[in-house]
Nanobody, 116 residues
Framework: QVQFVESGGGSVQAGGSLRLSCVAS????????IGWYRQGLGSGRQRGAV?????????EYVHFVEGRFTISRDNAKNTVYLEMKDLKPEDTGVYYC????????WGQGTQVTVST
C-alpha cells in the first residue's frame, strides 16, 4: 500500500511563501492523479490542487488557491510538491497529499500556520 509523508510546513506571516513536499513509498504514483488536501481547524479535509497523471502534467485548482499555489510532481522521485505564495490566514491548516481517487491511508500531514 502506498504511504505518503508530507513535509515543509511552518509558520509564516500573511503574504509569505512555503513549499511543501510529499514523498510516496510502497508503490509508484506515476499513473495516479495526486491531490493536496487541507484540513482547517474544526473542518474536514478539502482538496485544493491536483497533479494529474496526464502527459504534459495538467493541473487543477480550486478557485481560492488558483494563482497562488502551484502543484507539481517528479515521478522519478515519487514526489509531489506544492508551492504556496501570497499565503493568507485562511490557508492555515494541516496539509496532506493523497490520491485523487481510491484514497490510501492518510499520512501525518504538515502544519501550515499563517498569521496576520
Amino acid at each position: 500500500q502506498v504511504q505518503f509523508v508530507e513535509s515543509g510546513g511552518g509558520s509564516v506571516q500573511a503574504g509569505g511563501s512555503l513549499r511543501l513536499s510529499c514523498v510516496a513509498s510502497g508503490g509508484s504514483i506515476r499513473l495516479k492523479d495526486i491531490g493536496w488536501y487541507r484540513q482547517g481547524l474544526g473542518s474536514g479535509r478539502q482538496r485544493g490542487a491536483v497533479a494529474t497523471s496526464l502527459f504534459g502534467g495538467a493541473t487543477e485548482y480550486v478557485h481560492f488557491v488558483e494563482g497562488r499555489f502551484t502543484i507539481s510532481r517528479d515521478n522519478a522521485k515519487n514526489t509531489v510538491y506544492l508551492e504556496m505564495k501570497d499565503l493568507k490566514p485562511e490557508d492555515t491548516g494541516v496539509y496532506y497529499c493523497n490520491f485523487r481517487r481510491s484514497l490510501t491511508t492518510w499520512g501525518q500531514g504538515t502544519q501550515v500556520t499563517v498569521s496576520t
